[in-house]
């Protein structure tokens, strides 16, 4: 091998002569994504992890909670025959069973809210329709929350 | 239709595929549902009225399906979890399905009679 360096530029001979020298440095070209004084921390959130461990918390919730439901409403004491407006007067008597739908309500909507959110941004291609479905959604899960949380709040056992 | 065009994952896709059709179903029931508590707020003859639609033989039927609905979601939901945080979940995927799928078939066969009982003895005398 008598094929010699010229320079220091690491370029072989096969490539040719480097243009560039110590004394005739390469222009220093900035990286296209480098980051300056302006750039804010974090250019995203971390909303879409805090909604993937949402889903998996409030779902072992849920599964206690609902399969409890369930069993009261479905399974025990005459199942779906006994239900009627003295049963649900007799069972928001007390404040454990108003908790307990109360969370169930809060959970189950939020964790299906977020459930066709995900499906919408699946299946919906067109920007207007993502927009629609998903104000459609926003809407009905805002108004349900609040219904039920009205309800169980201002239940009257006496209204007749 | 050239060979190994289409996407057929599985255990894995199907179970999947599974989760979001109940999960869809189950939230429009839950929305229909709080609907139809809120009835409480109207009167006791309004609630009574409609929940008495519950206890038809058809309607038991579909009470029926959420059920199996709902326990396949919560079932698969706690694979789910236990394949996104155990460290060998992925591994035994399948295997925890087939156990969902297990557990799931027992469950439905003792829903049979406390959910449907009421219908059978409606329709066919006690």
Redesign the interface.
Known sequence: MSTTESTASGIGPVEGASLYTVDNPAPLIEAPRARTKKTPKSTRGNFEMVAWLFM?LS??V??VL??GH?LIQ??LD????K????F??GRWASPFWQVWDLAM?WL??LH??N??RT?INDYAERPNTRLWLKGLLYT?TVF?IL??T??IF???PN?? | MPAGTLYRGREGMWSWVAHRVTGVLIFFFLFVHVLDTALVRVSPEAYDTVVATYKTPIVALLEYGLVAAILFHALNGLRVIAVDFWVKGARYQKQMLWTVVALWVVLMIGAIYPVLGHAARELFGS
């Open positions: 998996r779902g072992v849920l599964v609902v399969i369930l479905l399974v005459g199942g779906v025959s239900i009627g407006f003295a649900v007067a309500l189950a909507m299906g809210g459930g066709l499906v009905a349900t219904l039920g009205l309800v201002t239940f009257d209204i007749r």
